[in-house]
Structure formats: structure tokens, C-alpha cells
């Protein structure tokens, strides 16, 4: 289904730098709207990313270009503006990885639990040549891969603190869109549920579910923690964003714009993932200190355990993803591996 929506979707594509996507700017030029959904809070690494970018945008192609930044789910889920870019409804996308699932199996390598070791890992491999070539995954369907934005690493908030993997048995985890994750929680003997981001509060709040994992920043912002005793500091799985573009509406461009558009990308890019982990500390500094919550710190021993149990869901995917492509992701928790 969403296949054969993709190839209307590239046809739409094309269309995608039309008249009803721009305005008249001073001098009398059309002026270039880049929408841009995206569904945290303004005071996030994708939020602070994403309103930094209308800034130098406003700056430097002010009256040319303009990016409209529509932040909080306020215009759509990531469900619908995957759909979005594809028709280029929308221009721009910094959707979680997670979330592609449906569309490359490619990106499920960072969602393989304990696989890299901090962000820095990340970093070196994203940066790496076989990160870098993930950029151009899905070109042919329409998104044109600008660059991958951090959050951080995921923590678990549950009914009570989890100590050890038993501890989270049995328990209904809310999910993003991936089958990874899925069998990640399935491995602790607990129920995964994908659900929109949107819906999360509400779902902790009536029961609907128990559990969630996400980053410091998100579970601060998202007030998580209101409907949640159990804070544990796991740092198992890696959360980060495909930053993308609608081909049709990227390569239809003029050059010169395209050229200071990538500029300003690329600079954007690297502030984002320089202040990521900076942002995640302070949310999680405000959650003990000004929100009085207790924050459980697994020792090194409970961490091996955790590893332990998840290890498995490495093997599960391994075909999908390649052995090659865990194998460079895993050098890359070396510093100077790629
Ligand atoms: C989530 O759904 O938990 C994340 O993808 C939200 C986000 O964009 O950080």
C-alpha cells in the first residue's frame, strides 16, 4: 500500500517546486516556502535545529527562501509527514530512524540495542563511509538524505525503577515504527505497542500503557515524567533523525540557492550534533533537581545483564541489515575505526 503511494508520490514529486509553494517576496522574486513538521518541542536538539535553520535561512536568503518550522506534532504526526514529503506537501523532514522502517531496512542498524557505545560512535560512523552513502538510501523514493541530526541515547520510564531485565517483564512498552525495537521488547519478556509520539502522555496517563523508552530531552519536554515513578538510565539504544529534503523540490532549486542551502545544512547540522548531548544533561539535570525525580543508575554489572538479554535481536536482523554493516558500526565504538 504505502509502496504504491510512493510511486504517485514521485511523480507528485517532481511538481513538488510549484507556484502554490511560493510567495512574493520584496524585490518582485517569488519567495521559496520550505514547510518543515516535526514533532518535538522548540527546546530540543531538533527543535533548537530546526528554528536555528529558519534563522540563517531569514538571515542569509531572506526574501528568496523562506522555512516555515511547524514544531510539536502542531501540523502532523512523523507518520503523516512521511507521507507529506513524499507528495511534497511538506519540503523538509528530520523524522526519528526508527520510523523508516517501512520504507529501508538500511537504517535498522541504529536501532540494534547496545550496539553503539555513545554518541560519539555514532558520530564516527554516521560520518564513516558507510553512513554517509545511507544518506542516498532513499533518493529513489523521494527524500533526498541531508544529513542525520542526534538526540542522544534512550532511557527507560516505567511504573517502577528496572533493575534488571526481569524487571520490565510483562509490561505494555510504548514503541516507535520499528520492527527492531519490537523485538527488542519482545526479548524482555514485555509487550511492545507502536504508537505515535503524540499519543504517549495520554497512553502512560490512563494505563494504556506502562512503559516507554526515549532520550532525557524528550521524556523533559514531553512531561513523561508526570505519569512515570520509575526513571532508569539505561542508555541502550541510540535515538537520532534522518534530516531530509523533497528531491523533485531539491533538484528543481536554483543552483545558487542550493549551494547556500547546503552551506547553512551543513552548519546546522554540525551545531545540532555538537549541543545534542549538552541538551540531554540539562533536561536531565531539571528532572533531579528542579522535578525532584529519582533517576536509577544501572552499575556495570546490571548493564552486561540488559546486553545479555537484548544480544539476541543482533541475530534476528542480521540478514536485513548485513553482518558487514554491523560490523563497521560496531568499529566504530573505537575511536578512529572508519
Ligand atoms: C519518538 O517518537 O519517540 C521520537 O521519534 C520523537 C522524536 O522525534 O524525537
Not at 222 to 229: C, S
Not at 262 to 284: M, P
Request: glycine residues 8%.
Amino acid at each position: 500500500m504505502f509502496m504504491r503511494f510512493l510511486v504517485v508520490a514521485a511523480i507528485f514529486a517532481l511538481a513538488a517546486c510549484s507556484d502554490e509553494n511560493s510567495s512574493k517576496g520584496g524585490s518582485g522574486e517569488k519567495t521559496i516556502v520550505i514547510k518543515f513538521p516535526h514533532v518535538t518541542a522548540p527546546a530540543t536538539p531538533k527543535g533548537q535545529g530546526a528554528d536555528l535553520l529558519k534563522k540563517l535561512v531569514d538571515e542569509r536568503l531572506g526574501g528568496r527562501v523562506r522555512i516555515d518550522v511547524f514544531p510539536a506534532g502542531q501540523l502532523m504526526s512523523d507518520d503523516d509527514s512521511l507521507e507529506a514529503l513524499a507528495f511534497g506537501e511538506v519540503q523538509m523532514i528530520a523524522i526519528s530512524l526508527s520510523k523508516f522502517d517501512r520504507l529501508t531496512k538500511q537504517f535498522q542498524v541504529f536501532d540494534l540495542p547496545f550496539l553503539f557505545d555513545d554518541i560519539e560512535a555514532v558520530e564516527r560512523f554516521q560520518n564513516g563511509p558507510s553512513g554517509q552513502k545511507l544518506l542516498t538510501t532513499l533518493e529513489d523514493k523521494g527524500f533526498t538524505g541531508l544529513g542525520f541530526w542526534h538526540n542522544g541515547m534512550k532511557q527507560f520510564g516505567g511504573p517502577h525503577p528496572f533493575h534488571k531485565p526481569s524487571d520490565a517483564a510483562r509490561l505494555k512498552f510504548r514503541i516507535q515504527e520499528s520492527d527492531v525495537l519490537q523485538a527488542q521488547i519482545m526479548a524482555l519478556g514485555a509487550s511492545p505497542q507502536k504508537m505515535s509520539f503524540g499519543e504517549v502522555y495520554q497512553a502512560l496517563q490512563t494505563g494504556a500503557i506502562d512503559a516507554q523508552e526515549n532520550t532525557w530531552s524528550n521524556i523533559y519536554s514531553q512531561k513523561f515524567f508526570e505519569v512515570q515513578d520509575g526513571l532508569t538510565e539505561s542508555n541502550h539504544g541510540y535515538l537520532g533523525y534522518f534530516l531530509a529534503i523533497n528531491t523533485g523540490f531539491w533538484n528543481e532549486l536554483p543552483a545558487d540557492i542550493r549551494v547556500e542551502l547546503s552551506g547553512i545544512i551543513k552548519e546546522v547540522t554540525d551545531a545540532v550534533n555538537l549541543n545534542a548531548s549538552k541538551i540531554n544533561d540539562e533536561a536531565r539535570q531539571t528532572l533531579v533537581t528542579t522535578e525532584g525525580k529519582v533517576i536509577t543508575v544501572l552499575t556495570p554489572e546490571e548493564i552486561a545483564a540488559w546486553r545479555q538479554t537484548m544480544r539476541p535481536v543482533w541475530d534476528q536482523f542480521e540478514d536485513e541489515i548485513g553482518v558487514e554493516m554491523i560490523a563497521t558500526a560496531v568499529a566504530a565504538n573505537v575511536a578512529h575505526a572508519e
